[in-house]
Nanobody
């Protein structure tokens, strides 16, 4: 059974930084793309970033390009989301997800497993 556990969320002022981590267990981590999604109150879950199975390719939502960086360490079964220049509109619960395939997707239906989420709050 796959388990994904996020950590690193918190309260930060606008312009600040946070680094989210997601620890995975249960199946061969290095065989699957990993993604980050977020959901703000009253809004639908939205794609943030995805990284290919080997870390060789990444993709980002337009709203976070240039500010967020996704990375992974297949030796530690972890994926990370470095978030810089945070804005109040980045406030949401952030979810780590494991894709069905090696290559990335911005569609949540293409992800098999999800973490419980970690809250990120950016104050103005």
């Amino acid at each position: 059974q796959v388990q994904l556990v996020e950590s690193g969320g918190g309260l930060v002022q606008a312009g600040g930084s946070l680094r989210l981590s997601c620890a995975a267990s249960g199946r061969t981590f290095s065989s699957y793309a990993m993604g980050w999604f977020r959901q703000a109150p009253g809004k639908e879950r939205e794609f943030v970033a995805v990284i290919r199975w080997d870390g060789g390719s990444q993709d980002y939502a337009d709203s976070v390009k240039g500010r967020f960086t996704i990375s992974r360490d297949n030796t530690k079964n972890k994926v990370y989301l470095q978030m810089n220049s945070l804005k109040p509109e980045d406030t949401a619960v952030y979810y780590c997800a494991q894709a069905r395939l090696r290559y990335g997707s911005d569609q949540y239906k293409n992800y098999d497993y999800w973490g419980q989420g970690t809250q990120v709050t950016v104050s103005s």
